[in-house]
């Protein structure tokens, strides 16, 4: 797989958010997670997502067990970066600053994301 991702259907990005959150799993497990977050979907639907995200290079699976073993190849961090990236360029004609700034007028940030923030600023003063 080359650096650039490709494109993830939502259904596909909540297949692939179980496996972050729980490890390797197999299709039942997968499915049982779904299911407890509401998602009422068919053993070979999740099955087919599974296969579609092999097949992008997103998730590998274990084929030594009788019930494959399924987990995230590809990490949560670099798919954020990655459709970050995207959103920037489609939204923001790629200036990241615009991004930035809607998001601290748009959303509401906890004092703990506020003090990361500010620190970050002030590392990236320091470096300039």
Do not use: C
């Amino acid at each position: 797989m080359n650096d650039k991702l490709g494109e993830l259907a939502a259904s596909e990005l909540e297949v692939l958010k179980v496996l972050w959150d729980v490890g390797p799993s197999t299709v039942r497990d997968v499915l049982a997670h779904l299911q407890d977050r509401g998602r009422r979907l068919a053993y070979t639907t999740v099955l087919t997502f599974l296969s579609r995200l092999e097949q992008k290079g997103y998730v590998t699976s274990n084929k030594s067990e009788t019930a494959y073993v399924y987990k995230a190849k590809v990490s949560r961090e670099r798919v954020s970066r990655s459709r970050v990236r995207s959103l920037i360029h489609e939204l923001y004609d790629g200036a990241a600053g615009a991004l930035v700034l809607q998001l601290m007028q748009d959303e509401r940030l906890s004092p703990e994301e506020l003090g990361e923030l500010q620190s970050l600023l002030n590392k990236l003063e320091d470096n300039s």
